[in-house]
């Protein structure tokens, strides 16, 4: 890995990754405390009609996937607010819209030579020194607004009615952390795709919360599972010549699945244990 990094699409790679480790760890812990995980996935695929409305008029990718995934997230933030025994149907519909919208869309650009495949699996080793700096303005405010507003997030996310009783602003801040993932969303693309990103946002928080007694500290094993799995699967990818986003997504789903099977041997182990000391006591 090391006479990789002599290479800077690699170092830029390393870098983004680490940047949206910090954004995932973030958000994805809010995302997986609040159940909101479906409202990401709908918000990260309706984003690929920003896409095709970025090239159909020809204005740059990030303004055009970043307004359509803004917009996309406000509905389905009123919808779950004012409707949420029909928001899984409304964010379905918003979900296949959009993805419809941007494949009509491409199909009317005239001579579009996009590469649709970075879009949908990511193309972290593409990435360019402008979407680093957008990348660290975007982890820097997550940070920042989290910081700020961490009481309100942590009250909200455990018990909702509690929250609005200590005069919370439950609403106005639902729609921000709506519009924070969709943010996150858009940059988390760049590295591993719009199919993917729903992964890189739940894996490290579901891992983290079972060694975590606090938001804070679900938020901080998440930045460090999340930049674990991506360096190692930029490792693994650049080794056997393997797609990156996809390789990413793959350690982090080994570290999901090795996680599960811990929890069942720890299981096993303690009732076996209490089985013995009974049959002892006897």
Known sequence: MLEALEFEFMRNALMAGLLVSVICGIIGTLVVVNRIVFISGGVAHAA????????FLGIPYLLGTLGFALLTAMIMAAVTLKARHRSDTVIGVLWATGMAMGIILLDMTPGYNVDLMSYLFGSILTVPGS????????????????????????????????????????????????????????????????????????????????????????????????????????????????????????????????????????????????????????
Not at 48 to 55: Q, S
Not at 172 to 199: D, E, K, N, T
Not at 228 to 242: A, D, E, Q
Request: hydrophobic share 55%.
């Open 131 to 282: 979407d680093l700096r957008m990348m660290l303005a975007v982890s820097v405010v997550t940070a920042l607004i989290t910081c700020f507003f961490y009481n309100d997030f942590l009250t909200m996310s455990y018990d909702e009615e509690f929250a609005q009783v200590r005069g919370v602003p439950v609403k106005p801040l639902y729609f921000l952390l709506l519009g924070m993932i969709a943010v996150s969303v858009v940059m988390i693309i760049r590295v591993v795709g719009l199919i993917l990103v729903i992964s890189l946002l739940t894996i490290p928080p579901y891992i983290a919360e079972k060694y975590s007694d606090s938001l804070l500290g679900m938020m901080l094993y998440s930045v460090i599972l999340s930049a674990l799995f991506t360096v190692i699967g930029l490792w693994v990818s650049y080794h056997f010549n393997l797609t990156s986003g996809a390789t990413i997504i793959m350690v982090g789903a080994v570290g999901f699945f090795t996680s599960v099977m811990g929890d069942r041997l720890r299981h096993w182990y303690a009732l076996r244990k209490k089985r013995k000391h009974d049959v002892s006591s006897v």
């Open 48 to 55: 690929y009609g920003g896409i095709g409305l970025a090239c």
